[in-house]
């Protein structure tokens, strides 16, 4: 049983925590539908809840969920990406709906490619410059992107949607950073890093709160229990998941598997409140799920290795310098 759980921690198992991880993240509309809070209440909760969870299971098993001063840096920078993630996002559904927020929010595939290009040096493959367009095609014709009726309320909300997936990559390569640069002593887990960046996110939509007039007050005990719901699963589970799969993954790559979230979103709009559809929009979601599937099918041709390897050397500066190196090294194979 150990063994098993050590192979599904490991890198060789990245690619099915991600994936599992983006499965667990596509609830979230349900989640967030089922609520009567306010947009920013409910993000404000999920963080807080998840976060503190997280928090104190860290503090329980180490006694160290604090890391160093340079680690948490970059956590907080994450969580503040997080936090204006949710807050953009939400206020695009306001103006566009929830589909065409959801395709721009998504855009964050293409900022990952060439973050991974220009950051990391890794070279994507021919399959993966065919999936992302494809990928973005898929949704286009799930969501449907009407540009008949361009109102200056539509304009801000497409602004909103593409500064949603400007923030979105930046808490998925803040994450990765930070486990890129976790060393033995920092005694960093993913837990710790989901926790720190949740709590820093809930400090910034607490304080844009009284810039948008919401209320952090809960309208009912049901709503209680659905946002702790939608915290347990989200972020102590659904990203706890991605964040230990990141490392050992490319960005381009990663960007791809977690378009299965908005893909599988749309499933569940159906599934759960009877969402109709076209076959137009039935295929959009074959062509993203194929996308998908081209994009993880391969390996990259950059590709980062395990920090295994670098936790064993004695020496923690050079733990340092083997766990970046494994992050942009071009010559290595990908685990995922």
């Known amino acids: 049983m150990k063994a098993l759980l050590r192979t599904l921690a490991g890198p060789r198992a990245a690619l099915w925590r991600l994936l599992a991880g983006a499965v667990v993240i596509s609830f979230t509309p349900v989640w967030v539908t089922l609520t009567e809070a306010d947009p920013t209440t409910s993000g404000f909760y999920r963080l807080l809840i998840g976060g503190g969870v997280l ?5 329980w098993r180490s006694g160290r969920p604090i890391p160093r001063p340079g680690l948490c840096v970059v956590l907080a920078l994450a969580g503040a990406s997080f936090a204006l993630d949710l807050f953009f996002w939400h206020r695009s559904i306001l103006y566009v709906g929830a589909g065409v927020s959801t395709l721009l929010a998504n855009f964050q595939v293409f900022i990952l490619l ?51 997936a400007v923030s979105y990559a930046g808490y998925i390569l803040g994450l990765r950073a930070a486990r890129s640069r976790a060393t ?46 939608y915290a347990l ?47 137009v929009e039935a295929a959009g979601a074959a ?13 990259d041709a950059a590709s980062p290795r395990p920090p295994d390897a670098a936790e064993r ?16 090294d071009p010559g290595r194979r990908d685990t995922r």
């Open 55 to 59: 928090f104190a299971w860290v503090w």
């Open 114 to 164: 060439f973050a991974g290009i220009w950051l990391y040096r890794q070279r994507p493959t021919p399959l993966q410059w065919l999936a992302v367009p494809l990928a973005v095609f898929g949704l286009a014709l799930i969501v449907g992107l009407d540009w008949r009726a361009l109102s200056p309320e539509y304009r801000l909300g497409v602004i909103f949607g593409l500064l949603t």
């Open 184 to 229: 033995p002593a920092d005694a960093g887990s993913p837990m710790r890093d989901i926790a720190v960046a949740s709590l820093a996110g809930a400090v910034v939509l607490a304080g844009l709160t009284p810039f948008t007039g919401e209320s952090l007050a809960l309208p009912g005990w049901r709503d209680v229990w659905l946002i702790t719901g």
């Open 233 to 279: 699963t989200a972020t102590v589970i659904g990203w706890v998941l991605i964040s230990s799969a990141l490392a050992y993954l490319s960005a381009a790559r990663a960007g791809l598997v977690l378009l299965a979230q908005p893909t599988l979103s749309f499933v569940w709009d159906i599934v759960f409140f009877g969402r109709s559809f076209s076959a």
């Open 287 to 299: 062509i993203a799920l194929t996308a998908i599937y081209l994009g993880v099918r391969g390996r």
């Open 313 to 328: 050397q004695t020496d923690g500066s050079a733990a340092v310098s083997s766990a970046a190196q494994a992050t942009i």
